[in-house]
Every structure is written in structure tokens, then in C-alpha cells.
């Protein structure tokens, strides 16, 4: 039993009122009470204006405060400058929600931003939440609400679309109708001033009518909300984005248009795929998936099969399967030996299928059947071009039939119009993608195959490096600390080897002369053959200024290579600031590869990673791959494949492979650093070489920034890694020691262990059912959390060198940001012993740091022990006002 979300009335309004409602024709406030009246709106309807008695047969009120009824959800279709004092009438009247769809605020201007500032105040300051300004309004079908000004309505459906623009939603809405495509909700965000992208998908989680979820988004306000929300929604229904503002020229539009921030496209892409989000790029793309893609949803990888009866479509769809990086399936020996029996003689043996201008629906039938079957196929394309010989409804009939009974998804295309169009009205009945081109039906299938890869990439919860030498974070914060002291943003280079040092990233050592008879004596300690690199913060590039000189065997050679590289870098930059001359000795791998690892700041989602070819070549090359962190091995693994170099890291030509494992390393040691070490701005090592040996950072630079004293420990970060620091033991009377630690994905067989092992009694009172174990989606639910949003902490002991679970409590967020739900079990033999009292002090003391302000928590009012338990740590209870079997219970976080 849970309490209504907070947003309940906005999106399930039980009385409406519209101000601004009028009798003009096609003003706003008419289309507005025309919208609800056709919608047939099954709550209570009132109209607000002092000119009118009544509008459209709606019963009209002066003023919000003269209706007669307290009002959920209130719409307000009046000028800009009118707005907040309206706002604050609606706060005086007991109103909930308040729906601007009113223009003119930030996106008219420094005055327009004033008054949606004032606008602003006066919802907060009456708590009411507020969707827009500049926007259409919301839609819920199901209940009849259409609070919105655009003329289509919508069906009745399972997708739940947000949108910043209005005009989008509007034309959706348009396509919509004609193609039975239905809506749970249609939110039209607007300038997102109060209720954004995040609170939206929050409750579009938990809302029971909604199935999938389409955004349309052109910036971000809150990534860390976002990021949270998102990857929340996509565990557990599948979400598609499009999002604009590709390019930098772009963000200038967006900016004037939604007030919303806009960063690196590249760095967008990569955190939907770490969200496990479908994006898609156009408007036909969105039009397919919706009336598509969860018909028949059966993601499986990306290995791509065509059959078709035409040698010329099946090149031009395995063409654009090549653009979009789908591999077409290798078929093993047994679908081979099917196709050879069931196909003439003469058919193209191999992928794409072709069977050929007189093929009939036998051979269309036997040859996707023995695709289908096939163990290196993870969807098909059946391709018709309508010949001489060729039945298209009956071969359409023989897809529909395979189908039903498939995994694998299954798209078609049937080209051309008159002979082919009743075939592709039976594939829209069946439910089944089907398309007139070739190059949208493979569009479609990428689209499924990346859901299927980014789910992947979203289960990912890196958990501690607790397998590595810990790192010297310490020594690390020192360095940082002292250049920032001396007003220094930009670390020389032993600074910034230090820095990988103190995370155990092997580096080239480096010192610093000042005078040529210094970098002599430098360079004997050193031994020769050295490097000789300026130092200077004002230089990024060495090079590209003369200040590197490489393979000095002589003294000799370092006493004229320290003035040459003075003189040359002074003559080419006279505005550079220099510390002196580094010196390092000369890395000689005859098999090394040069390779880059950086990290730069996104202004909407903060640190990232970015791993491809380094040298000289880096800035003209460009291969550089882009990764949300916290990472682990999989998503390390992830970034160095998604490289144009990473064929080149393994066995090539004459070289031998690289240490892969060693690269990976620092590649998570990196990850480390970005989330302990919040002042890192930049970071570049460049050249990294890796050889079969192992790697060496030759070159590093790291640009640094003041942190606010006040930051929590990861707020820099858009994904929350794994708390190591919460990870405390504690050893009872018998001398057994007890860990407890967050959860992490790795933790499902644990936990599945646990709640086996528990009594029915137990798994009553927990679970409020008898079930006899966790269902997989329940497990991936419990194991796979967002630390931000949620915490879990398991309790754990060693029986016989292995792990075991013997308690778990966890809190989950409301979506208020305010107050969290809590649970807790301990093992039955575990009971009694003080381990329940122990969590929740760690639960309690984690929520309380968190800055919550209330922990709530539902209990069945016969478990008397429990209710004994929670009153013991100070939790107020009482009656559930709607089931005299539940007991609620409330405990304040901040007295």
C-alpha cells in the first residue's frame, strides 16, 4: 500500500477549473472547456471569469476563490503579466496544480523573465506545482482530460509522450488519430520552470496505464534528476528519445525557445545509452517505432538476416545495415543445410537471402523458418518486390503465421503500392513492422537491437575497485589543494603525474630543470635516452610550439636542447607563461600503440571519459569515444570497442596483441578518479602507450577547479556511483563479524538465496504475500538500484570462505525528493540478536545525511513485534484511513 504520488492532481484530476474560459470562438480559454466537454471529462468542470455566467453550458465563477468546490487541477489562459497574481488567488482557493499556458515569460525577454520568476514564487509559495509556462497543457485520455489548446485529441493507449514543444505535441497528436495510435498521457512541458523531465517520467513509472514512453526533449535542467529518472523508467518499460540540437549553432535556438541547457551531442548519446533508452533521429523514425516497435517487442541483439526475392533491395538494405554498424548473421552449418533443401539450386547461399524473382510462398515460408531457427540470427528483414510469379498475400500470410510463434523480431518491407498494399494492410492488423523502403525496416531494426545493447549498459552499476590496491586519494586532494591555494588552475606536469600515481597508473617520471646544467644533472640521474617537453600551462600542445625534443643519448645533446626549446617556444608563443624545461626519460616500445584518455566537463551532465587514438594525430583523427562514469569492466570494455582503433589493439601485421587487461585498468582507474576527485575540469594523457607489456602514461595535464564547500561527495556526478564509503562492519558478542554494505548487481544470487531461506511468516510481514521466492524482474528491481533515488544495505557474513546474506533493509525516494519508504528484514536465526536495530541506524543516519526530512513505512497491523520495533526508534504510527489492516508509520529525519 502506498500513498498517492504527489502529482496526482495534475495527472488525475477530480475537479478542473479553466481561468481565461471564454465564449469567443477559437479564443484559448474556449478551445480549452470545448477540449474537456468533447473529451468527455468524467471529474468536475468549472469556468472562471468574472465576464460570463456561464461558458458552453459550464457553470462560470469571477474568480478562482468563488468556486465552490476545492480544486485539484486549475489551467491558466490569461496574459503573461496577469499570471502570478492569478497564481496566488489559486493558493489562497486550496489549489493543488496549476497548468500555464500562457507565452511571453523568459522566452520574450529580461521582462518576461521577471514575470515568470514572480509567477514562480507565488506557486512555491503556496506549494502548488506548477506544468509550463508556454505550453500546450496535458492529456489524459482514459479520464477525459484534454487540458490542452490543441485541436487533435488522442486515443486511448499505453504511451506516455513529454514533450518541450508544444507544436510537436500537436502534430503527433495529428498523425495519431488516423493510425490508431493511443496515449496514456501527453504532457507538453513548456519552460519547464517547476515540473521538468523528471518528475514526469517518476510518475510515469509507477502509472499502471502507461507501457512505453516517447520524450522529445531539446535540453536538460537537472541531469542528475534526469539520468535517475530515465534509468529508472527504462528498467522497467521501454523508452524512446529524440532529442534536437544535434550541432553546436543549435544551441542558441534551444536555449531562446525551452531556457533549457544544451551540451556535447556525443555526450548526450552516450548517457542514453548508459540509461538504456531507444534514440531516434526523425520524425518518420518516431512515427515507426510508435506504430511498431511494441507490438511485438523481442529485442535480442543486433545479428540482422534478409530474406528477399530481389538481388538489387537485398544489397540496398544490407547497405544501410553497414551504415548503421548492424553485422548481417553468419548462418552456421545447419541453417545452411535447410536452406540448400528447401531452395533452388541457384539461390545466393549467403546473407541476404535471395530466393529468387519466382520464388512462392513455400520457398518464403522454409527459408525464414530456417532463419528463424538459426543460432546466429537475432531478428529478420522479409523483403518482396511484387514480380511476375510472387503471391505477396500469401507470403505475407506465411510471415504472419511464423511470426506469432518467433523470439526474434520480425520486419518487413513489401516495395511497390497496388499489388502489394492489401499484404501490408494484414502485416498493420498482425501487428507486425512493415514498411515500403528498405532503409526505414533497418532503421527500425537498429532501433531494437540498441535497446537490446543499451539494457545492457544500463544494468551496469559499477560497483568498488575492492580487487585493486586502494588509491591514495589523499595525497591526490593535497596536490590539488596546494595549486588551487596558490591560484594556480592548471597542474604541471609532475603534478599531474602525481595524480595518476596516487591511483596507481604507471607513469613516465618526470622532473623539472630550470637552467641547462640542471637538466643535465636531471638527465644522468634519469639515464639517457631522455625527453625534453616545455613546461608551460599556457601550452596544450608541445609540438605544435617546438617545446619537445625526443631521443637525447648525450649530455651534449640536453644542454642544447634546453636553450633550443626556450628560444623556439618563446618565438612562437611570446604570450606563454614558462615554468621550465620537463624531462622523463625515453619511452622505447617497439610494439606500443598510442592512445589517448581524457576527460572533459559537460555543462549538462558534468564529467565524462573519452578513450581513442592518441600522438599527434588525436586532434585531425577525432576517434574518440565518449562514456558516462562511474565504469566497470563491461562499460571499460564498452568504450575501447566503440573506437575506429580497436582492431588495430590486437594482433596486427607483426605486432602482438595488448595487454587489454592492463589498458582496462587505467581506463577504471581513470573512472576512480573523476568520482573521487570532483575539481578535475580537464584531464588529458596523451600519449598513453600500450604495448604486451603493459601501459605507461608519458604525457599528462589536468586543469582543476574550486569545488563549493557545501557539494555532497558526488554531486558533480550525472550517474551515482557505488558508495564505498558506507561500507562499515561490526562484530556481535559471539566474536562474528558483520558487514554491511550497499547493494550491487552482483548481489542477485544473495538475495534470491535469502528471501529462499526465509520463513513463510517472514515473507509475509515483508512482502505482505507468501511467495516462495523473488521473480528475475523483482531481483533485477531489488539489486540494480540508483543510489541517488534509493539505498540498500545488505548485512553479510563468511560461512566457509563464501558469502551469505542475513539481513536487508532499504529506503526508496518519493518522488517529493522530501521523504522516503523504508523496509527491513533479518534472517530468522539472525533475529533477536540486534541486527535489525544495527541497519536501520545505518539506514537512518544515510537518509539524514541525505538532507530527507521524513522515512515512512507501511506495516500490517498484526505484526505486533514490528510495530513494537519501529515505535522503539521513534516512528509515530497510525491507522491506514482506507484498510484497517495496515498500520502507517512516520519518523522524523531532521529534529
Known sequence: ????????????????????????????????????????????????????????????????????????????????????????????????????????????????????????????????????????????????????????????????????????????????????????????????????????????????????????????????????????????????????????????????????????????????????????????????????????????????????????????????????????????????????????????????????????????????????????????????????????????????????????????????????????????????????????????????????RNQKLLMQTPAPLSHLSPPSIESARLVIETALAERRNVLNEMESKALLAAFRIPIAQTVIARSATEAMVLAEEIGLPVVMKIDSPSIIHKSDSGGVRLNLGSLAAVRTAYQEILDEVKRNRPDATINGVAIEPMILKRNGRELVVGVRRDPVFGPVITFGEGGNRVEANRDLAVALPPLNNYLVHDLIRSTRVYPLLGQFRNLPPINMEALELVLLRVSEMVCELPWIATLDINPLIVDEAGTVAVDARIVVENVAPTADRYDHMAIHPYPSHLISRWTVPDGTEITIRPIKPEDAELEIDFVRGLSAETKYYRFMNTMRELPPAMVARLTQIDYDREMAFLATVQQDGVEKEIGVCRYAVNPDGESCEFAVVVADDWQHRGLARRLMGTLIETARNKGLTYMNGVFLANNERMLRFVQGLGFVLSNDPDDSTIKLGVLSLQD
Open 1 to 452: 500500500m502506498k500513498e498517492k504520488h504527489y502529482l496526482t492532481s495534475l495527472f488525475e484530476p477530480r475537479s478542473v477549473g479553466i481561468i481565461g474560459a471564454s465564449e469567443r470562438e477559437n479564443s484559448l480559454g474556449n478551445v480549452l472547456i470545448r477540449n474537456m466537454l468533447e473529451a468527455g471529462y468524467k471529474g468536475r468542470l468549472f469556468a472562471i471569469n468574472p465576464s460570463h455566467e456561464t461558458v458552453l453550458g459550464v457553470p462560470c465563477y469571477k474568480s478562482v476563490e468563488d468556486v465552490p468546490h476545492r480544486l485539484d487541477l486549475v489551467v491558466i489562459a490569461v496574459r503573461a503579466e496577469k499570471a502570478a497574481a492569478l497564481m496566488d488567488a489559486c493558493g489562497r482557493a486550496g489549489v493543488r496544480a496549476a497548468i500555464v499556458l500562457s507565452s511571453g515569460f523568459s522566452e520574450a525577454g529580461p521582462r518576461g523573465a521577471l514575470l515568470e520568476r514572480k509567477l514562480l514564487e507565488a506557486a512555491r509559495r503556496h506549494r502548488i506545482r506548477m506544468l509550463g509556462p508556454n505550453c500546450i497543457g496535458l492529456m489524459r485520455p482514459e479520464l477525459g482530460l484534454n487540458a490542452t489548446f490543441a485541436h487533435a485529441r488522442a486515443n486511448k493507449g499505453s504511451i506516455g509522450l513529454i514533450s518541450q514543444s508544444g507544436a510537436l505535441c500537436a502534430a503527433i497528436l495529428d498523425w495519431a488519430k488516423p493510425n490508431n495510435v493511443g496515449f496514456s498521457a501527453v504532457v507538453s512541458l513548456g519552460s519547464s520552470s517547476d515540473i521538468d523531465f523528471g518528475e514526469v517520467l517518476e510518475y510515469m513509472i509507477s502509472d499502471p496505464r502507461t507501457e512505453s514512453i516517447f520524450l522529445y526533449v531539446e535540453g536538460i535542467r537537472d541531469a542528475r534528476r534526469f539520468m535517475s529518472a530515465l534509468r529508472g523508467a527504462a528498467r522497467v518499460k521501454p523508452v524512446l528519445l529524440m532529442k534536437v540540437g544535434r550541432h553546436p549553432d543549435v544551441s542558441r535556438a534551444i536555449l531562446s525557445h525551452s531556457g533549457a541547457q544544451v551540451g556535447d551531442d556525443t555526450v548526450f548519446d552516450a548517457a542514453l545509452r548508459r540509461a538504456g533508452v531507444i534514440r531516434l533521429y526523425n520524425m518518420g523514425q518516431l512515427f515507426s517505432a510508435a506504430n511498431a516497435l511494441f507490438s511485438h517487442f523481442r529485442p535480442r541483439g543486433n545479428r540482422l538476416a534478409v530474406i528477399t526475392n530481389g538481388g538489387g533491395p537485398g544489397v540496398m538494405a544490407a547497405d544501410r545495415a553497414g551504415d548503421l554498424g548492424i553485422p548481417l548473421s553468419e548462418f552456421s552449418e545447419g541453417t545452411m543445410e535447410k536452406l540448400n533443401a528447401c531452395l533452388p539450386p541457384n539461390w545466393s547461399r549467403g546473407n541476404p537471402v535471395d530466393v529468387l524473382g519466382d520464388a512462392n510462398v513455400d520457398h518464403y515460408r522454409k527459408a525464414l523458418q530456417a532463419v528463424l531457427e538459426g543460432p546466429n540470427v537475432d531478428g529478420v528483414l522479409v523483403m518482396l518486390t511484387p514480380q511476375a510469379m510472387t503471391d505477396p498475400d500469401g507470403v505475407a500470410d506465411a510471415v504472419i503465421e511464423l511470426e506469432r510463434t518467433a523470439d526474434k523480431p520480425v520486419v518487413t518491407c513489401w516495395m511497390g503500392d497496388e499489388l502489394v498494399i492489401k499484404a501490408r494492410h494484414r502485416f498493420i492488423e498482425a501487428g507486425i513492422p512493415t514498411f515500403r523502403t528498405p532503409e526505414p525496416a533497418v532503421e527500425l531494426f537498429s532501433h531494437i537491437s540498441a535497446y537490446y
